[in-house]
């Protein structure tokens, strides 16, 4: 099956900007999603269909997408902005399975 | 704005069976399909299922496959999760989970507060 993969942890210091990668073959040909999850909350879309940002979501939010990798970019960081981050796609065989990264604890040093 | 709420976590003795429960508001319920994912303690996110829009087809994650049955009732708005033959790998918080189709894929655009799943003896 299909997988997608996230460094474990990200550290930034306030002001600055942080990148979190998301990376696997499924995301050549499909899209990713990303969800923000503050401790003991649920998680939040942040950015759907590779750059999509919903409506209520920070501009400092942005990603990018190039073959088989994309990019949570979060520029200005906030320290509110300390979470977990998961990237989300669809299984390559048949878009009826969802996949999660294994998440990616950003730390607003 | 979609709200979810689930309810039915507890404690549970493995081998034994559970049902949650998920009642949804604020958005046209029968045209959405519905998901469960779930998270265990300290780790990451999990999808376990999804039952479409009118409840006609429901697709399993091979961890909860044969175990786990999803189902709705879109005059009562509801989306239920029965779990059996529960094992202390199933211990965890429950999301239900609103999914959005769009251009052959989907996300999660609302998520419920959770409900704890917890399998112990």
């Known amino acids: 099956s299909s997988e997608v993969t996230q460094p474990p942890s990200v550290s930034v210091s306030p002001g600055h900007t942080a990148r979190i990668t998301c990376s696997g073959d499924?995301?050549?040909?499909?899209?990713a999603n990303w969800y923000q999850q503050k401790a003991g909350q649920a998680p939040v879309l942040i950015i759907y269909?590779?750059?999509e940002r919903p409506s209520g979501i920070p501009e400092r939010f942005s990603a990018s997408s190039s073959g088989t990798t994309v990019i949570l970019v979060i520029t200005g960081v906030q320290v509110e902005d300390e979470a977990d981050y998961y990237c989300q796609s669809v299984d390559l065989t048949g878009v009826t399975h969802a996949i999660f990264g294994g998440g990616t604890k950003l730390t607003v040093l | 704005q979609a709200h979810l709420v689930e309810s039915g976590g507890g404690v549970v003795q493995p081998g034994r069976s559970l049902r949650l429960s998920c009642s949804a508001s604020?958005?046209?319920?029968?045209?959405?399909?519905m998901h469960w994912v779930r998270q265990a303690p300290g780790r990451g996110l999990e999808w376990l299922t999804v039952?479409?829009?009118?409840?006609?087809?429901?697709f399993y994650a091979g961890s909860v496959k044969g175990r786990f049955i999803v189902s709705r009732d879109n005059f009562r708005r509801q989306v239920y999760l029965q779990m059996n033959s529960l094992t202390t790998e199933d211990t965890a918080v429950y999301y239900c989970?609103?999914?959005?189709?769009?251009?052959?894929?989907?996300?999660?655009?609302?998520w419920g507060q959770g409900t704890l799943v917890t399998v112990s003896s």
């Open positions: 269909k590779d750059t």
């Open positions: 989970v609103k999914g959005v189709v769009t251009n052959s894929t989907y996300f999660f655009d609302s």
């Open positions: 499924v995301l050549a040909s499909q899209f």
């Open positions: 604020g958005f046209t319920f029968n045209q959405h399909g």
């Open positions: 039952i479409t829009f009118d409840g006609k087809r429901n």
